[in-house]
């Protein structure tokens, strides 16, 4: 019933919306069409729903990283595990994830049971509290090592991910941006740095590798290098990017020498599209290459390792 349920929406949304919604609803309907959660909390009087992954090695005598994993607008929690494929890599090295889901609210106030992270001021500090009271929550309920928090996401939920390392930099050791969608012309309220790694498609076509208004979104997005070079200015940063070519058709720039171990990290992928390096294969017509030549969730796994909160 359910099901049929959210048919009927989908069917409105491409009336209501058009084209775009098509696309959407394509991704939808491409094996994830499941909203699963296991868990909630209220936060700002709202129920807010979450979906949880503990190993089977999880020790409650031993502190435990957690990564906050961020879902693309439109989508849920459910979709974000199946794309970027964080519970077995929290299998094998013992750490616990979670996928919260959005606000609900999808572009113009329209609803259909998809999420959305939205970055203005009055919604931010509210998605930002619940993921604390999130992480509260998780801390009273498992040893988490606090100084092991990080916090990554694709596209809308990307862009959500470095916004909570400018509102939770006491809380957030890293972050990981996947396509992210980072709203043009918004600044960090804490300038604290935060170290950040980075995957883009240089031929992303909805979050624009050279930014721009993007076809879904009532906003425009930051030149992805452009944001790059600022986010290692706020991390004071010394001198530019070493860059190399780590694959056929991916580059990575490193910004290093950066106050309290904050470095930048910044993979293009060539070809690359709206996608998950590494990761679940969405329909090539829809959102471009997925290039396997990399992982982003292991590189990013790396990069958490190797930068625990000061």
Known sequence: MQHRWKKIVLRALLIV????????????????????TNGSIVSSGITRRYLLYVPRSYDRTKATPLVISLHPAATWGAFERN??????????????????????????????????????????????????????KLEREYNIDAKRIYADGMSNGGGMAYALSCELPDRIAAVGVVAG???????????????????????????????????????????????????????????????SRVSTNVRRAVYSGCTENADVVFYTIEGGGHTWPGGKHLPRWLVGHTTDEISASGLM??????????
């Open 17 to 36: 919306i058009g084209v775009p919604a098509l696309l959407i609803a394509a991704i939808l309907a491409w094996g994830y069409f499941a909203d699963t």
């Open 181 to 243: 969608a980072v709203e043009s012309g918004k600044n960090c309220r804490d300038t604290r740095p935060v170290p950040v790694i980075v995957f883009h498609g240089a031929a992303d076509k909805f979050a624009a590798y050279e930014g721009g208004k993007p076809a879904i979104a009532p906003v425009r997005l930051e030149n992805i290098p452009d944001w790059i070079a600022r986010v290692a200015r706020r991390n004071q940063c010394r001198g530019g990017a070493s860059e």
């Open 301 to 310: 796994w790396e990069f958490y390792q190797e930068h625990p909160r000061k």
């Open 83 to 136: 794309v970027s494929g964080w519970n077995e890599l929290a299998e094998q090295h013992g750490f616990i994830v979670v996928y919260p889901n959005g606000s609900g609210a999808f572009f113009g106030g329209f609803s259909a049971g998809q999420h959305v992270w939205p970055q203005g001021q009055q919604s931010l500090p509210r998605d930002a509290k619940f993921i604390s009271g999130l992480i509260d």
